[in-house]
């Protein structure tokens, strides 16, 4: 990939760069690349999820509660009102930041021993383990981080009952969701309900859930909490092994100056860049040349590292890493959790395990970045996938 003096970013598709803030693509969806109008997009109560698979799980029978991620509306805020006290900042810094303490001196120990390791691997360890923590998968069999990396391969084929090519991805997938479940999800169900205790599987069960709900709401918090936290730590530490500055200002800095950092690079780096919501009414969103209506029903792709890197709202220099930008702050970055009611809950717990692990990561003697990894993306999340960074440290 091509990189210019005033574009830092590493997972770049090289794609050039629209000035058009709204455009209508080809195929009649509307195109937003302007912050403004995707936060005015995000926003809105007259807009649902898209994409994601919702259209496969609206056609779940009616008696099947959807996750969370595929709810809007009434039914949805509810949900999040209620489990909103597992994502609070108070409840991140009192309970969940010795969790991630604690899991991050785990998974360094070997890399301490070996003197080497693969970081997807270290941060895919903590990142399984914090979330388990809140999601409450405390009784799982050996395995699960092999489980889970089954389960979300870097490449997805399309199930269905058309193709032997459907036929196998279908096949696949009720197998990998089958194994989750006895392994993990079912042995935390039946001892929460026998001692109920302060987490999502417990909440979920006092609501009535049953087994096959808890475990999509489960591989829902896990995907978003799980693959997403690992990407970024890793493409987090790939800015901090090649630009001294940024590593030194990290390392000597206070908490606050870490994650102002970590926002930074975020913001220019989001894990899930392509976002989608179809219009349940007639939306009027702002653009360039005054405002523009998207009709009941027509689709919105939302182009967050687009938005992201809006001149108009972040400044100059908007592909450059600056820490000290006006609009950075400790809670969050332009759109990178996206916004509105379907806003990551879990975003202070994010950056909080981001900034344990990679604190601890390069206080350890002699780091180094011995292999630079590759990059691969997800096309339908606009996700990137960074593989083969091996570090290595000073034996201890």
């Not at 999601?135 to 870097?154: A, D, K, M, N, V």
């Not at 899930?272 to 027509?298: N, S």
Request: proline fraction near 6%.
């Amino acid at each position: 990939m091509s990189r210019t003096d005033d574009d830092a970013r590493k997972t770049d598709r090289g794609n050039p760069r629209q000035s058009c803030p709204v455009h209508r693509a080809d195929d009649g969806t509307w195109q937003v690349r302007g912050y403004a109008a995707a936060r005015a997009v995000m926003r809105s109560p007259d807009t649902v999820q898209a994409g994601l698979g919702v259209e496969t799980v609206e056609k779940l029978p009616a008696r099947i509660r959807r996750p969370v991620l595929y709810r809007d509306g009434p039914e949805h805020r509810e949900h999040r009102c209620q489990t909103a006290r597992y994502f609070t900042p108070r409840r991140v810094d009192e309970h969940y930041r010795e969790l991630a303490e604690r899991v991050t001196e785990k998974h360094l120990a070997p890399l301490r021993t070996a003197g080497a390791a693969r970081l997807e691997e270290l941060s895919f360890g903590v990142a399984i383990d914090v979330a388990c923590g809140v999601i409450g998968l405390t009784r799982s069999r050996p395995g699960i981080q092999r489980r889970l990396e089954r389960f979300f391969p870097e490449k997805f084929g399309k199930p269905g009952l058309t193709s032997p090519q459907g036929i196998y991805w279908l096949f696949r997938q009720n197998t990998k969701w089958l194994r989750i479940y006895l392994a993990d999800v079912r042995p935390a169900i039946r001892a929460h309900r026998a001692r109920p205790a302060d987490d999502l599987i417990s909440h979920l069960i006092a609501e009535g859930c049953k087994d096959a709900e808890i475990l999509g709401e489960c591989l829902t918090y896990a995907a978003a909490g799980m693959v997403t936290t690992r990407e970024f730590i890793c493409v987090a530490a790939w800015h901090l092994f090649t630009d001294a500055g940024l590593r030194d200002r990290f390392r000597t800095g206070n908490r606050q100056e870490r994650l102002a950092v970590l926002h930074e690079i975020l913001r220019l780096e989001p894990v899930v860049a392509r976002l989608g919501r179809r219009a349940t009414a007639d939306l009027e969103v702002p653009g360039e040349q005054g405002p523009f209506t998207v009709a009941a029903g027509e689709r919105v792709d939302i182009f967050v590292d687009d938005a992201n890197t809006d001149r108009e709202e972040v400044g100059a220099d908007p592909l450059l890493v600056c820490p000290a930008r006006p609009t950075t702050s400790g809670k969050a970055m332009a759109l990178s959790f996206g916004d509105g009611p379907h806003r990551c809950p879990g975003a202070d717990l994010a950056m909080t395990e981001t900034d344990v692990f990679l604190s601890r990561l390069f206080a350890l003697p002699g780091l180094r970045m011995v292999t630079a990894p590759e990059v691969s993306f997800q096309d339908e999340i606009g996700g990137y996938v960074i593989r083969g960074l091996e570090v290595a440290v000073d034996r201890q």
